[in-house]
């Protein structure tokens, strides 16, 4: 394992920065590939050629025909295919980390023409600098608190251009699997190629131990896909949740006078949102909300989102479009948007109890923001 | 092999690297040195046990083996990647001693507190003046040795194509004997894999010395369209004159506030100087 290590650390600041699915994705390739191989596979191949037996005296015959057997060992090709499945991600870092370190060059520069211009007689160099430096980490598109990146605009569509070359990578190595062994290892393996002198039986050592492993890395390879293919699924539909929310966006700047006058003055109307109001949410916080909409996750949402509004909201760009679109009263209310219609008294209310309440559709700290 | 090793040194060279010399390292770490050791080891570890040829005569089997392999593909390759990784060394030099000097004029005005300590050991080197022509040396040197590579195993493996059968007449064979390699195959996949990567890594380099040389030219054009910021902001920010006229402002403010008017004067001066060292 300790020559996966190279590997393993750059793995390791993915890790740091994917979304839930993404993490186990990567806890899947550590442990049930990385370490599988390093331990298990590679002593179980250990003798596959020493061992490999073939029924002549002929010199040479038992070269050729294990040559002809395995064109490239099993282990070998699991390792290639570890590699070349993990590659997308280190791309995405090297990407992610990029786009980190321009914003912060830029938002330093722009701290230090502020410092400048604020800058009094008593500053030394070395005390601007280190207040530019501390505003640096204030102001940068690099989320201190959870020291994550948060994911939108080109560095989405690189995310999830890596997710799509990994499971592209992952389907070509299965079926390259399957074009060069099948899925089994005979026991058997009948030889004529020269300088054999008649086909020969050559005998594979250790043919059932081989197949477990086999089998088990088959399986893992997949399940690997699935979960690429869930968090593609995620990222999809996030994406078309954003969509859907941007014709809303009418007049932002009204939203914001519009929430203080509202209250008064909206109360005791009865508001029910716009049709498709749930599957059109955007996260005002850019927190990771379940894509499993059910009804009691979309309830607790909506409930969430009205308390969260009466205490008042800082990111006013993301809510825009949302704020106005629930103080709209809409006459076509279907049933599968199932919100609460509002009490006459909900804006007195601190926190909504909601039926999803115990299933939580809150991210935990250490999710990616997408 | 310690490759661990070379990975904890290279690993600080990484930071005063530009972009493309990072994407370098980690194709060396990565696609060359870990597949070395995880996998083509393991392909070549019964190179010699399994060469089998086709005689009973004493010797003949390790003689053909000989003459057939000078010196094998994992220590060919061990050698290439020791000799390019080496060149980045240098860097790694040229900017300790930077950081060194650094430290000294900060004894020398009086700032060696460990705060500024710290920050000169942190804060990334600007790739410029002789730290440039060091950087540009180590990654001329490193294409020469990937070429001379390349060219060697050419020589050594024509085709690199790993036969399965080869003929050989050494004495003390009797005559010509069939010799057998073991897993030409997968020795034939891993080389060209090995190959590809080698060429990745060229091209890297040939880009990254691009960059450089683009870079120092933009940098001198603007130097030349801004005379008034002086030689200081080409030939490295730190030693500039702009640097040593604020460190020597500081020292008169701190004994002398009625010079508050001359530091106003200079902060103009270092506004300029800023704006066209800014690259």
């Not at chain 2, 900060?106 to 000169?120: I, N, R, Y």
């Not at chain 2, 005379?227 to 030939?235: L, N, V």
Request: proline share 4%.
């Amino acid at each position: 394992m300790g020559e996966w290590s190279f590997l393993g650390d750059f793995l390791e600041k993915v890790h740091k920065h994917s979304t839930v699915v993404g993490k186990v994705w990567l806890t899947v390739l550590f442990i049930f590939r990385m370490l599988v191989l390093g331990t298990a596979a590679e002593s179980s191949w250990g003798d596959e050629q020493s061992d490999f037996m073939c029924d002549t005296q002929q010199p040479g015959c038992e070269n050729v025909c294990y040559d002809k057997a395995f064109p490239i060992s099993h282990v070998r090709f699991w390792v290639l295919q570890i590699i070349f499945v993990s590659t997308p991600s280190l791309v995405y870092m090297g990407h992610a980390m990029h786009t980190v370190r321009m914003e912060e060059k830029r938002k330093m520069k722009e701290a230090e023409i502020e410092a400048r211009e604020n800058k009094n007689g008593g500053d030394t160099y070395y005390q601007q600098k280190c207040s530019v430096a501390e505003k640096e980490t204030k102001l940068s598109g690099w989320d201190e608190a959870g020291g994550q990146i948060i994911l939108r605009g080109s560095l989405l569509n690189t995310y999830v251009y890596s997710i799509l070359i990994r499971t592209a990578m992952e389907v070509a190595f299965i079926v390259g699997q399957y074009v060069l062994y099948g899925i089994f290892l005979e026991t058997l393996y009948i030889c004529q190629r020269a300088p054999c002198p008649h086909p020969v039986n050559c005998y594979v050592s250790r043919p059932t131990e081989k197949n477990v492993f086999i089998v088990f890395m088959l399986a893992v390879a997949v399940l690997s896909l699935f979960l690429s293919l869930a968090e593609l699924y995620h990222l999809g539909w996030k994406k078309a949740k954003e969509r859907c929310s941007r014709p809303y966006k009418a007049s932002p700047s009204t939203a914001p006078s519009r929430l203080e006058s509202a209250p008064q003055a909206e109360r005791s109307q009865m508001y029910t949102p716009p049709p498709d109001f749930n599957q059109c949410l955007s996260s005002p916080n850019g927190k990771f909300i379940s894509p499993f909409s059910n009804k009691m996750a979309s309830q607790q949402n909506t409930a969430n989102f009205a308390t969260e509004r009466v205490h008042g909201q800082e990111d006013a760009a993301g809510e825009g479009p949302f704020m106005k679109s629930s103080y709209v009263e809409s006459p076509e209310v279907t049933s599968e948007c199932a919100a609460p219609a509002f009490p006459e008294n909900y804006f007195n209310e601190k926190r909504r109890f909601s039926k999803a309440s115990r299933a939580s559709s809150k991210a935990r700290s250490d999710d990616l923001s997408v | 092999m310690n490759w661990a090793g070379l990975y904890t040194v290279l690993s600080g060279v990484n930071r005063h690297s530009t972009a493309i010399g990072r994407i370098w390292l980690s194709v060396i770490f990565i696609f060359r040195i870990m597949v070395l050791v995880v996998a083509a080891e393991s392909v070549w570890g019964d190179e010699k046990s399994a060469f089998t040829c086709n005689t009973q005569q004493p010797g003949c089997n390790s003689v053909c083996y000989d003459h057939f392999f000078p010196i094998s593909h994992i220590r060919l390759w061990a050698l290439q990647l020791i000799l390019v990784t080496t060149p980045a060394l240098l860097v790694a030099m040229h900017v300790a001693y930077q950081q060194h000097q650094e430290k000294k004029l900060l004894v020398l005005t009086g700032h060696a507190d460990a705060k500024h300590m710290e920050e000169v050991k942190k804060h990334k080197m600007r790739i410029a003046g002789s730290l440039w022509w060091t950087y540009v040396c180590s990654v001329v040197f490193r294409l020469l040795f990937e070429a001379v590579f390349m060219y060697i195993f050419y020589m050594l493996y024509p085709g690199y194509q790993m036969m399965r059968l080869v003929k050989c007449e050494a004495y003390p064979c009797p005559n010509t004997v069939d010799c057998f390699i073991s897993r030409p195959t997968e020795k034939t996949i891993f080389t060209v894999f090995m190959l590809v990567t080698s060429s990745v890594c060229i091209i890297l380099n040939m880009a990254e010395l691009v960059y450089l040389v683009v870079r120092a030219c933009a940098r001198r054009g603007q130097h030349h369209s801004n005379p008034s910021s002086g030689k200081g902001s080409f030939y490295g920010h730190k030693h500039s004159s702009e640097y040593k006229q604020n460190e020597i402002n500081q020292l008169l403010t701190e004994q002398d506030g009625s010079l508050k008017d001359m530091l106003r004067r200079n902060s103009g001066l270092q506004e300029k100087g800023d704006r066209c060292s800014a690259c």
